[in-house]
C-alpha cells in the first residue's frame, strides 16, 4: 500500500494558499517536503501538519507559537505534552484576545459618549439654518 502525497499545486488549492505560502512554511521549518528534483512531494503528515498550521494561523498564533507546538509531538512526552502545550497557548490566546475584546468596546464607548458631546455642542450652538 503506497501512502498518499502531495504536490504543491495540490495543497495550494486544497488550503487556499499560494504556493510561496508553502515554500515559507518549508523555509521556517514548519514543513519538510521530499524532492525529487526541484519538485517537492508532501505526505500526508505534511498535510497534517499544514491543517495545523492554518488553524493556527487562523487563531493568531505567530509562525513561532506554531513552531513550538508543532516540535512538541517529536519531543520527549510526545502528542501528550502537545496536547498540553497547545491548551496552555489556546488559553494564553484567549485572555489576549478578551483584553483586545475589553480595549475595543471602551473604545467604541469613548467614541460613542465624544459624538453624543460634540453632536450637543453643535445642536446647542449651531442651531439649523431657516430654509428660504
Not at 517536503?33 to 519538485?39: A, E, L, S
Not at 496536547?83 to 497557548?89: E, H, Q
Not at 475584546?101 to 442651531?127: F, S, W
Request: hydrophobic share 30%; proline share 4%; with cysteine.
Amino acid at each position: 500500500m503506497t501512502k498518499k502525497s502531495y504536490s504543491i499545486s495540490e495543497l495550494s488549492e486544497e488550503f487556499g494558499i499560494t504556493p510561496r505560502t508553502l515554500r515559507y512554511y518549508e523555509d521556517q521549518n514548519l514543513l519538510a517536503p521530499q524532492r525529487q528534483g526541484q519538485t517537492r512531494i508532501y505526505s500526508a503528515a505534511d498535510r497534517a501538519r499544514l491543517i495545523w498550521i492554518m488553524r493556527g494561523k487562523r487563531v493568531g498564533f505567530s509562525i513561532t507559537e506554531i513552531s513550538e507546538v508543532l516540535d512538541m509531538y517529536y519531543a520527549e512526552g510526545g502528542k501528550e505534552e502537545q496536547c498540553r502545550i497547545t491548551i496552555t497557548a489556546c488559553k494564553d490566546r484567549i485572555k489576549s484576545l478578551e483584553e483586545q475584546r475589553k480595549d475595543i468596546d471602551d473604545t467604541i464607548n469613548e467614541l460613542n459618549h465624544l459624538i453624543k458631546t460634540v453632536g450637543a455642542y453643535v445642536e446647542d450652538n449651531y442651531p439649523p439654518k431657516p430654509e428660504t
